[in-house]
Structure formats: C-alpha cells, structure tokens
C-alpha cells in the first residue's frame, strides 16, 4: 500500500510568523499536488510539481519537491490570516493516475 | 458549467434509507472523481470515471455503495440502506485528460440520524 504522510496535522501560529508543511512518502511521485480547502469549500490547486528539485513559488508560499520525489515541503512567509484554512498535499505514483491525498494540516494563523 | 457542481449541498437522512448525489462536472473535462472527507480529515477515494466507463472502482467501501456516469457528463453516487458511519462531505472533481489539477464542487455534507 503506497501512504503519503502528511505533518504537522495541527499548525497555530501568529499573524507574521513562517511556518513549513511536510509531505512525504516511501514510493517515487510522479506528480504531487498542494490543495487549500477552506470550511464549506472544496480544495482548491496552489500548485503542481513533478520535476526533483523543483522550486515553485506563489506570493508568500513556497514549494518545494525533493530531488528523489518522495517528499515536499509548502513554505509560507510571513503568515496572515487570511492563509488560514487545510493544506492538503496529493501525489500520484504513476502518470495519469488518480490522486492520493494525505491527511491535511489545518492551519490556524492568529491576528 | 464554470465550475463544478453538487446537489444537494447538504442532505439529512434516516438510517436505512437510500440517497443519491449529483455531481455536474465541467463541461468537457473527461475524468471525473468521487472522494469523501470525514470532519477535518484528508480525502478518501472512492471512484474513478473515465468518459462512461468506471476503470478505478477500488475505494467504495461496501457494495451499498454504487455510482454511474452518463453521457460523459453528470454522475450519480448512491448509498443504499445508509448506515452512520456514512456520514461525511462527498466531494466530486472533475479534470482534463492529461492535464495536472482537480476542480472540485463543495460537496454535500450527508448526516445520517
């Protein structure tokens, strides 16, 4: 069975801190995906990598996909509250296939 | 449609009663998904569509659990003789072949009493 494993599960922080998320696995990604989902909502896509090492970067966040694509990080810079919500990582282990998602990380960030 | 669409939005349901969802995918997105979301939880895959066809059928968790496709288009998850632990928001997404990234709809939070 191919787990993805997400961590932090719970993240609260004040308004202007950085704080990081952690995605990994055992198996090689061919793709993997960062998802936000507020309460009531759907996720909703931030990015997708699929290269190793790959760096992409959105406003303040920053992703980042290991060299092996067995792990990835979501970097956020100078918290506000209006990032918060659950971070959702999403790898697929083969080209085209369907998408595994990990547990979340819900992030609280205070005013 | 601009984006995907799920009806109802949220459903309330005696147990052992049946219920059907709808989802409404974009308009020429190819592949369609079933997943469910337990309060606060990650995503659960349930089923795959691609076109009419269902190739991926390995996350419905008992056979009360049931979905077609038609058309290309419009889906149906049914529940039979709900239980409980049925309760959850079921999400369906939609994407291009070959092209990375779901859109999801909001779901419909299902309770079941």
């Known amino acids: 069975t191919q787990l993805l494993e997400q961590s932090p599960q719970f993240l609260s922080i004040q308004e202007g801190e950085n704080l990081t998320v952690y995605c990994n696995s055992s198996s090689v990604f061919s793709s993997l995906q960062w998802y936000r989902q507020e309460p009531g909502e759907g996720p909703v896509l931030l990015v997708t990598v699929v290269t190793g090492g790959e760096v992409k970067k959105l406003k303040r966040l920053t992703f980042q996909f290991g060299d092996a694509r067995k792990d990835s990080s979501l970097h956020i810079t100078a918290a506000q509250p209006g990032d918060t919500g659950l971070y959702l990582c999403?790898?697929?282990?083969?080209?085209?296939?369907?998408?595994?998602f990990g547990e979340g990380t819900q992030l609280t960030v205070n005013p | 449609g601009a984006g995907v669409s799920q009806s109802p939005s949220n459903k309330v349901t005696e147990k052992g009663k049946d219920v059907e969802l709808r989802c409404d995918p974009i308009?020429?997105?190819?592949?369609l998904y079933w997943y469910r979301q337990s309060l606060g939880q990650g995503l659960e895959f349930l089923i795959y569509?691609?076109?009419?066809?269902?190739?991926?059928k390995s996350g419905l968790p008992s056979d009360r659990f049931s979905a077609e496709r038609t058309g290309g288009s419009v889906s149906t998850l049914t529940i039979q003789r709900t239980q409980q632990e049925d309760s959850a928001v079921y999400l369906c997404a939609s994407s291009e072949i070959r092209i990375y990234g779901y859109t999801f709809g909001s779901g419909t939070r299902l309770t079941v009493v």
């Open positions: 308009s020429g997105h190819t592949a």
């Open positions: 569509f691609q076109g009419n066809s269902a190739p991926d």
């Open positions: 999403a790898g697929a282990w083969t080209s085209g296939s369907r998408l595994t």
